[in-house]
Every structure is written in structure tokens, then in C-alpha cells.
């Protein structure tokens, strides 16, 4: 048995959980809306605000989709009640990030400032010049986006500079030595 699986989603007051045609799974909360659609094989009961999910046998591609389809949708939960953020730091003399109205701006020391557009459910916040916080209710959507902002200036090892994640460590390396 899957041990993530096995394990019920208890839903918080004021979030609803339905579960249409087609193994389409729609939660609502206080931060909005999201859907997902599970597999077909994959049984979704919801019994007093307790979600269950069962898988129809042991072979190994149901035992995968058992504790897949019972994450996806407590990721949808908890996006729904808390929300998903990522926080990005940029290192680097002179690099840095402005929000200029729905786009963020990045100075990160190419001949051009990168602007990138915010998408829907997506949202930039940048509390100092030198940090970025992307915000969602989307798990997935909030780490691709944070993804794509770190790979316009990926952390270089000999000096540091770049964005990389706020609890990311860069391991650094040595310099060439003269005889």
C-alpha cells in the first residue's frame, strides 16, 4: 500500500471538493479555484469533508498513480487555503529586479533589461532589489515560473553571482593559481 496514498485529505472549513465526469476533481476555497484531472482508474471518495483516494489494483503503474492523484489534490487543498510562494535572490554588483506594473524587469548584467510577463493565477512581488518572490495558488505554475526567472542568470560557481532560490547553496569553486 502506498504509505502517501493511504493517508486521507482532510478538507478546511470553507474549501469544497467535487468530483465531476471524468475523474475531473474541482477544489474551492478562500484564494480561488483549481481543477485537475485524475486517472480513470484511480477512485476518488469525499465523506465529510475527509478526501480518500483508492487504487483498483496493486500492479505497479496503480501503485504509482495511488500516491500521485492523493498529492495533486492535497496540493490543490493547500493551495486553495495558503497559497505557494518562491522566494529568489539575485547576487551580483549591479543586478537587479523592479516590477513595472504586471511585468518583472531584470538588470542582471546582459547589454538589455529581461522582462518577463506575469501569467494568470501568477503574481511578482518584489520586496527589495535584490529579491523576487513569486506567489500562487498553482504549485506547479508557481515553481515553473520560478524556474524560468532563475535560468535568465543561472548562479556561476567561481563568484556567485546570478539568481538562484533563496535556500539554495551554491558550491563554489576555486580559481586558477599562477606558478
Known amino acids: 500500500m502506498s504509505r502517501i496514498g493511504k493517508m486521507p485529505v482532510v478538507l478546511p472549513k470553507g474549501v469544497t471538493l467535487t468530483v465531476s465526469e471524468g475523474n475531473l476533481v474541482t477544489v474551492k476555497g478562500p484564494k480561488g479555484q483549481l481543477t485537475q484531472k485524475i486517472h480513470k482508474d484511480i477512485k476518488v471518495n469525499v465523506n465529510d469533508n475527509v478526501v480518500t483516494v483508492e487504487r483498483p489494483t496493486n500492479n505497479k503503474q496503480h501503485k504509482a498513480l495511488h500516491g500521485l492523484s492523493r498529492a495533486l489534490i492535497y496540493n490543490m487543498v493547500e493551495g486553495v487555503t495558503n497559497g505557494y510562494r518562491k522566494s529568489l535572490e539575485i547576487n551580483g554588483v549591479g543586478y537587479r529586479a523592479q516590477k513595472q506594473g504586471k511585468k518583472l524587469v531584470l538588470n542582471v548584467g546582459y547589454s ?66 599562477g606558478n
Open 112 to 177: 538589455h533589461p529581461v522582462e518577463i510577463d506575469e501569467i494568470d493565477g501568477i503574481e511578482f512581488e518584489v520586496p527589495a532589489p535584490n529579491r523576487i518572490t513569486v506567489v500562487g495558488i498553482d504549485k506547479q505554475k508557481v515553481g515553473e515560473m520560478a524556474a524560468r526567472i532563475r535560468a535568465v542568470r543561472k548562479p556561476e560557481p567561481y563568484l556567485g553571482k546570478g539568481i538562484k532560490y533563496e535556500n539554495e547553496r551554491i558550491i563554489r569553486k576555486e580559481g586558477k593559481t
